[in-house]
């Protein structure tokens, strides 16, 4: 890519019990905190900057799901959201000295923030978007679990990552009932030139592809927001 390219990435999956009340990192960091089972967001903390799509659109992006395996909610957020997203992403990159990844799969100019659950209120809008629960709930249930909401900052330069599935490690034939999914939010603009994810539209419902050739693909391009 050629400008930075920034995104929250919220990764959910199925499951059949409550959520873990318990928001925080891996064992190690410190410096981050833990919510006690029960905590409630802060009053300030106001989800007014969602828009709250209507029924037909709903009906539309749960459409495309089934038959594309990926929808585009236009204008989801405000762009005032979009820029405290980005600074505060840059403002946590400086203070934890985050620095980019060590191969070429995590990216060597790309930049990852993890647990953003942990590390402020301002994250905790992201999974519980009015337009994105209904599509998670469709997709893996009503018991479905937030995995990680992380940040990815991709830098000029930067090689793409090969085409893959995040559930490509699990030994169940395709196509199959999701497992997992994930949420991208775009905070700057998704272009060709500045890394936009690149998707194989369809290929969820491909009679056990192989996981290892060469695809046609296409940029998720969008505006940010």
């Known amino acids: 890519g050629h400008d930075r390219h920034v995104q929250p990435l919220v990764d959910q999956s199925a499951g059949d019990g409550e959520a873990d009340a318990t928001l925080g990192p891996g064992a190690?960091?410190?410096?981050?905190?833990?919510?006690?089972?029960?905590?409630?967001?802060?009053?300030?903390?106001?989800?007014?900057?969602?828009?709250?799509?209507d029924a037909q659109?709903?009906?539309?992006?749960?459409?495309?799901l089934d038959r594309n395996g990926y929808t585009v909610v236009e204008d989801a957020f405000s762009a005032d959201l979009a820029d405290e997203l980005r600074a505060d992403i840059e403002r946590l990159e400086v203070e934890r000295d985050i620095r980019p990844g060590t191969n070429g799969f995590e990216g060597r100019a790309t930049m990852r923030v993890y647990n953003l659950l942990a590390l402020g209120e301002l994250y905790w809008q992201v999974p519980l978007h009015p337009a994105v629960t209904p599509l998670m709930r469709h997709l893996l249930g009503d018991g479905h679990l937030v995995s990680s909401v992380s940040s990815i900052t991709i830098g000029p330069g930067e090689t793409a990552q090969p085409i893959h599935a995040d559930d490509q490690v699990m030994p169940v034939p395709r196509p199959h009932a999701a497992t997992t999914a994930n949420s991208m939010w775009a905070i700057t603009d998704f272009t060709e030139a500045n890394g936009a994810t690149r998707i194989v539209p369809g290929s969820h419902r491909d009679d056990n592809p192989d996981l290892f050739a060469t695809y046609d693909t296409i940029p998720a391009e969008m505006p940010a927001g």
């Open 28 to 53: 190690g960091d410190e410096g981050d905190r833990r919510l006690p089972a029960g905590h409630v967001p802060d009053s300030s903390v106001a989800f007014v900057s969602l828009r709250v799509p």
């Open 57 to 64: 659109e709903l009906a539309d992006h749960l459409d495309r």
